[in-house]
Structure formats: structure tokens, C-alpha cells
């Protein structure tokens, strides 16, 4: 278990303050990048442009992600780019067009709009969930989570982290008389307005109100 200080400021700037770096990073796992960037079609290739990079490369859904019935169900016979943040391997192709191809084995999060790569917060972000119905939000960061809703003003508070068998997670948090339990697990999960995929399900328990929702892990998980 571990646990995270109490927070001695608001987590706002914290999270405002983050600059935007290269889409690339690294993930547990052998061999492997995590890599965040533009999907576009062309010449009937799925093509991936990393964040702050020119370069362009095929996407191969390498893992059998479904990643093709994905992508037409979010553009939804449009021709609009779509942010993806994936896990895999970079090689070669043989078209000249291309500056390689990009072997994805692992989906974290595929989206219409959005911040994508111009996310100032993803970097020091350990983890986002979100939900609807009504809309909540909850970023968690080194120093403590911070839970938003509309018409009522963001609730930082400080949590205690506990890994559960399987790989999920239960943060929980008591302050000022409330008390907030966020529950994530790997499993793939779609948002219910926009359609966009994540990897993780998350289950929000607020003052004893329960609501569901989807999450990710951001950039500055420790693994």
C-alpha cells in the first residue's frame, strides 16, 4: 500500500503548470514504448503520427486489439484523425512513404477530440478517470487526487493507493467528513457519450452514491 501525503496546496497549478513533451515513453514491458499520436488513412493504411513529430508510420494491430472496428466506430464514416495512445514495437517497411511501421500490442486510450497530445497534464498524471450521468472527473497525481463536477467546485484531497490482485487498484480518501473510494481494473471499457476506448474500468463511491466510468494510466505512473 502506499501511502500519499496530504496536500499542503491545491493540486490546480500543479496540474496547469506541466509542459507538453515528445509522445514517446516507456513501458513495463520487454522491448516495448508507449507511443501517443495522430491515426489518419491513406492509401488505405492506417498511418501514426507520434506527438511533436513529422515522421508518420503504418500502424499494425499486432495484438488483435480490434483496433480497424474501433476506429470505424469512433469516425463513424468520417475522415476526422483520431488520437491513440498505444503500446508495441517499432520496424520496418518496405514503402517509401513511410518512415517505418509501428506493431501496437497494447491499447491505453483511442478518442475522436480531445486534448490528445496537447494534454499539458498527461507527464505528471498517474492516472484519469472520468464518467457520465452525471459527468465526474478524477485526476490523481503525486501529491494527491482532485475530483471535479460540474456546478460544484473541484474537491482536492490526499488518498491511500492499494494494489489488488490482477492489477487493479483501490484508492481511498477521508477528509472534512467525506469519504471518496476509486476502483480501477484492466479491462477494456468504452465511454458512453463520446465512444472512446480505454484500458482500464473505474468505479467512483462517493459519500455512499456509486457511479461508473472508464480510465488510464498517464504518464507518470510508477511501475
Known amino acids: 500500500m502506499r501511502l500519499v501525503r496530504p496536500l499542503l496546496y491545491c493540486l490546480l497549478p500543479l496540474f496547469a503548470g506541466c509542459q507538453s513533451l515528445a509522445g514517446e515513453d516507456r513501458v513495463p514491458t520487454d522491448g516495448q514504448i508507449r507511443l501517443r499520436g495522430e491515426l489518419s488513412m491513406?492509401?488505405?493504411?492506417?498511418?501514426?503520427?507520434?506527438?511533436?513529430?513529422?515522421?508518420?508510420?503504418v500502424l499494425v494491430d499486432a495484438g488483435d486489439l480490434g483496433l480497424a472496428e474501433d476506429i470505424r466506430a469512433l469516425q463513424g464514416g468520417g475522415k476526422d484523425p483520431l488520437f491513440a495512445d498505444l503500446g508495441g514495437r517499432f520496424g520496418s517497411s518496405d514503402k517509401s512513404s513511410v518512415d517505418g511501421r509501428f506493431e501496437a500490442t497494447w491499447l491505453y486510450r483511442l478518442e475522436l477530440g480531445g486534448q490528445g497530445c496537447k494534454d499539458p497534464d498527461f507527464h505528471?498524471?498517474?492516472?484519469?478517470?472520468?464518467?457520465n450521468e452525471p459527468f465526474w472527473s478524477v485526476g490523481?497525481?503525486?501529491?494527491?487526487?482532485?475530483?471535479?463536477?460540474?456546478?460544484?467546485?473541484?474537491?482536492?484531497?490526499p488518498y491511500l493507493e492499494e494494489q489488488l490482485p490482477g492489477g487493479s487498484l483501490n484508492l481511498t480518501s477521508e477528509a472534512d467528513g467525506r469519504r471518496l473510494e476509486l476502483w480501477v481494473a484492466p479491462q477494456r471499457c468504452v465511454d458512453s457519450m463520446s465512444g472512446a476506448v480505454r484500458h482500464l474500468s473505474a468505479e467512483l463511491r462517493l459519500d455512499g452514491q456509486v457511479q461508473r466510468g472508464c480510465a488510464y494510466f498517464g504518464g507518470g505512473r510508477e511501475e
Not at 505528471?124 to 464518467?131: K, S, V
Open 42 to 57: 491513406r492509401d488505405g493504411d492506417l498511418l501514426l503520427r507520434p506527438c511533436d513529430e513529422q515522421r508518420r508510420f
Open 124 to 131: 505528471r498524471m498517474i492516472l484519469r478517470a472520468a464518467g
Open 140 to 157: 490523481v497525481g503525486g501529491k494527491g487526487l482532485l475530483l471535479q463536477r460540474p456546478g460544484q467546485p473541484p474537491l482536492a484531497l
